[in-house]
Every structure is written in structure tokens, then in C-alpha cells.
């Protein structure tokens, strides 16, 4: 025994030397100088719906939420998954060395009740709004709300709505909203000069003046309406709980339209003795009331109408005005002369299609009474000499003058010869043998035989 003690303290310092060795290298290097193996660690990924929800594993919350890869020891672990809202989930996993784990969760909300007892002057039946859907009207309870804060939307016709906030837990019994609404409206009063005009509200018809209502605080477009008068149209605003006034509004009576026309055309009319203008049929307006609208016209009797116009009419009248004139017909033989009145040219005359040889009625209206010259003229007539003839004719008040065939000799016919002679005058016949018999002057007959004539040509009716 004593020998072995012996030996071991001769061994001793080489002992602690190797240990105080040990204590002064680095963990990570053995005696020999060799660097030992690194761990094999796990992967661990962790996923939850929905998203974001904390990771708590091993004793402590890890910085990552989901979906979150991580490495981890190999071992056992449970792992608790936490999202504000829902109820928390627990997960048993073991991850082996090098293995890649996944860890899925589901959450489930949170959900709870609330109780909205609202009151509108004390009385149930207050509508309520949630995330812009109307749920129902108090008292009522909604439930499967989500945990944590919400807002609710109160509102009644007639009283001013309220947002309220609540926070809702997983808890009995209930929160409850109990918000008393207060009154929205004001009082409205409306009259117009005249009254009973038509009252639209917002587009809607109210009544008619004088009116009064309760309406909602707010902005409001008014129109007040009555036949006759222009649509008064302005914008008011009214104030819970004060007295908003639209007194003696003044309506703007709308012009009457009056459409003057004359027969004959072209008069000048007067309106109560002020000039109008020419009667066209255009609207003249005029404001309401009595006027005497009267029509003039050379050569015609005035004539006069007396009318009442009341705001927004369209009234039509025709004033027939009564000739002071006579007037003249004339008939010509030939037709196709030119007619002149007392030297001034009315027309020409138009063949009669019953009796082509003299011309139809010429109708000259309007001629002052008293004595004219009727005169035609054609270019081709050999008598009377100088080709015109001019006679004289009265005219009398309202009546017609007739001047029957007034005459002029023009030649109808030309007639060309085989030896180049022509001759003009007016046809009469033919014989049987197509000898042509005609007049070449006034009272005088001839006849050309067939074989004398190379042509026989039709002269124009009218003047060349």
C-alpha cells in the first residue's frame, strides 16, 4: 500500500499539468488539438390559418410568427400557437436529426353576443347597422361577433344617428348598447304669393301653400308650382329643434303668348294701339291681361278683336280684314298677251284649256275704285297697228270689274312656200285635199293649195 501511494505521487505533476491543459484550450479543441463534430439539428416549419399567429416553443415566444421555418434541437416538443381573436392551439411535435417537421394549426375565433337596446324617445325600434348591412331594430342581439372592438350604426327616421364602439369577449352575459337617440327634426313653414302653389320637396310633392311639416335637420331643394306662374326653385336648410320660415314667397307670373295672323297676309297690327308688326303668326309675348289687338292693311277695313290673356297661355287668333277695293278680270283673245294696269305690267294671259283660242280669267284684285286702263300688248299682232290695244274700265268698291276679249289680230300660223315666199296669218282649215285656208289679215280668207306649200309651222302662243 505503501508502495502505490509512492508511485502515484511521482506521477502526480504530470497529472495536473495534463488537466490545467484542458481547462485553458478552447471548448471547441480536444487535447489532441481536433475540432469535434457540430450537432445535427432539425427544420422545423410551422404554418396556421389564417396567418400571423405568435409561436411559442420550448419555453419561450419565438421573434418569427407563421409561417415560420426555424431549426431546432431534434427532441419532443409541445408548441402553442396564439392569434389575438382566436382561442389558442396546442401541437406535440418531435423533430429527428436532419428531418424537416411541418406543425399545422386551424384557429378558431373567439366569438361572442351583444345586446343592443337603443331607444328613441324612450321606445324600442331603433334600426342597427353592422359593417353597412341593416341587421334589425331593437332590441336585438348579435351574435358570433368576433372578439375585440366593433362599431355599430343607429338610426331612426326623424332623430340623428349615432356610431357606437363596443368591445365584445368571450363572456356571459353580454354587453349591451343602450345609446338614447335624440330628435333630428325641425319645424318647416312655407307660403306664396298667390297661394295654393304645388310644394315639392326634393322632387317629391308635400302639399301646397301655405304648408308646414316636421322634417329631418338638413339641406333641402324646394320648387313651388302653379299654372300660370314660373316654377320657384331655392335651397333651405333646416335645424333640429328651431322654426325654419319661407314666408310670402313672391311667384313670377309667366308671359302669355299671343300668334297673330291676318287674311289677307301682311298687315300691321297694333295691341293696344302700340305697333306689334307685321302679323307673321310668331309668339308675341305679352304679360297677363285684356288687350285690343287690331290689323290694318292698305285698301282694307281695320279690323279689331278684343282678348283676355292669363299667365302661360298660347292663344291663336286670325284677323280677316275686309276689302275697300273692287277688283278686275279680263279675258284676251289670243291668249299668251302681255297685261298692263294702267301702265304698270300685272302678267300674262294663260290660254283657256276649254277654249285654247282665248285665254282664262286674269283676276286682279285690290284696285282702288274709280276708272283704269286695261292694256295688252303682243310682239307678232299686225292689228290694232303698233300691236297693243288699251280700253277703259270703272272699278267700284267691293265689287269686280270684268273686261271680256279684249282683242289682238296675231298671225298663229307661218306658212312656207316652195318658191321661199312665207306667209303669216291665222288658221282656219284645212280642205279635203290639205289645201290650208287662213287669214293673213282681218276679214280675209285664202286658201294655198297643197302643192304650193313646203311646211306649215304652229306659232307659240305667248309674247317671244
Given at each position: ?43 422545423a416549419v410551422f404554418w396556421t390559418e389564417p396567418e400571423g399567429a405568435s409561436i411559442f416553443i420550448a419555453g419561450k415566444t419565438l421573434k418569427k410568427v407563421t409561417p415560420a421555418e426555424v431549426a431546432i434541437t431534434p ?390
Open positions: 500500500m505503501k508502495s502505490f501511494l509512492r508511485n502515484m505521487m511521482k506521477a502526480l505533476p504530470g497529472v495536473l499539468f495534463c488537466a490545467a491543459l484542458v481547462c485553458v484550450l478552447p471548448a471547441a479543441v480536444s487535447c489532441s488539438g481536433k475540432k469535434p463534430p457540430a450537432p445535427v439539428r432539425a427544420k427532441g419532443v416538443y409541445v408548441v402553442k400557437f396564439t392569434k389575438e381573436g382566436y382561442f389558442p392551439q396546442w401541437k406535440r411535435a418531435e423533430f429527428k436529426k436532419g428531418a424537416s417537421v411541418s406543425v399545422e394549426a386551424s384557429l378558431v375565433p373567439v366569438h361572442a353576443s351583444l345586446l343592443v337596446a337603443a331607444r328613441a324617445d324612450g321606445k324600442f325600434g331603433v334600426q342597427v347597422h353592422y359593417k353597412n348591412k341593416l341587421l334589425g331594430e331593437t332590441p336585438l342581439v348579435l351574435r358570433d361577433l368576433p372578439a375585440g372592438k366593433g362599431e355599430v350604426l343607429l338610426s331612426k327616421k326623424g332623430y340623428a344617428s349615432r356610431r357606437v364602439s363596443f368591445t365584445v369577449e368571450d363572456s356571459l352575459p353580454p354587453p349591451a348598447v343602450t345609446t338614447e337617440l335624440a330628435t333630428n327634426r325641425g319645424e318647416l313653414f312655407i307660403s306664396s304669393t298667390p297661394s295654393g302653389a304645388e310644394v315639392v320637396i326634393n322632387g317629391e310633392i308635400a302639399g301646397h301653400t301655405p304648408f308646414k311639416s316636421q322634417p329631418e335637420e338638413g339641406r333641402y331643394k324646394l320648387e313651388l308650382k302653379r299654372n300660370g306662374y314660373r316654377v320657384h326653385t331655392q335651397e333651405f336648410d333646416v335645424t333640429r329643434g328651431q322654426e325654419t320660415k319661407l314666408a310670402d314667397v313672391k311667384l313670377v307670373p309667366l308671359p302669355a303668348k299671343l300668334f297673330v295672323k291676318t287674311s289677307p297676309r301682311g298687315a300691321k297690327i297694333f295691341i293696344n294701339d302700340e305697333p306689334g308688326g307685321e302679323a307673321s303668326g310668331r309668339a308675341i309675348e305679352l304679360a297677363p291681361g285684356e288687350y285690343t289687338v287690331r290689323a290694318e292693311k292698305e285698301g282694307f277695313d281695320d279690323c279689331t278683336e278684343k282678348i283676355v290673356l292669363q299667365g302661360g297661355d298660347e292663344k291663336h287668333i286670325t284677323l280677316k280684314l275686309d276689302t275697300v277695293m273692287g277688283a278686275l278680270e279680263v279675258v284676251t283673245r289670243p291668249a299668251g298677251t302681255a297685261v298692263f294696269l294702267d301702265g304698270k305690267l300685272i302678267g300674262r294671259s294663260k290660254p283657256d284649256p276649254a277654249n285654247p283660242k282665248i285665254s282664262e280669267v286674269l283676276r286682279i284684285p285690290n284696285i282702288r275704285q274709280g276708272e283704269h286702263t286695261i292694256t295688252i300688248t303682243h310682239k307678232r299682232a299686225k292689228f290694232p297697228k303698233g300691236g297693243k290695244r288699251t280700253v277703259k274700265v270703272n272699278v267700284e268698291k267691293g265689287k269686280t270689274a270684268r273686261v271680256d276679249q279684249i282683242e289682238l289680230w296675231v298671225p298663229d300660223v307661218k306658212i312656207l312656200l316652195k318658191d321661199g315666199r312665207v306667209e303669216e296669218g291665222r288658221f282656219l282649215y284645212y280642205h279635203a285635199d290639205k289645201s290650208i285656208h287662213y287669214q293673213p289679215r282681218p276679214g280675209m280668207g285664202v286658201t294655198i293649195r297643197k302643192e304650193l306649200i313646203r311646211s306649215v309651222e304652229k306659232l307659240p302662243v305667248e309674247d317671244e
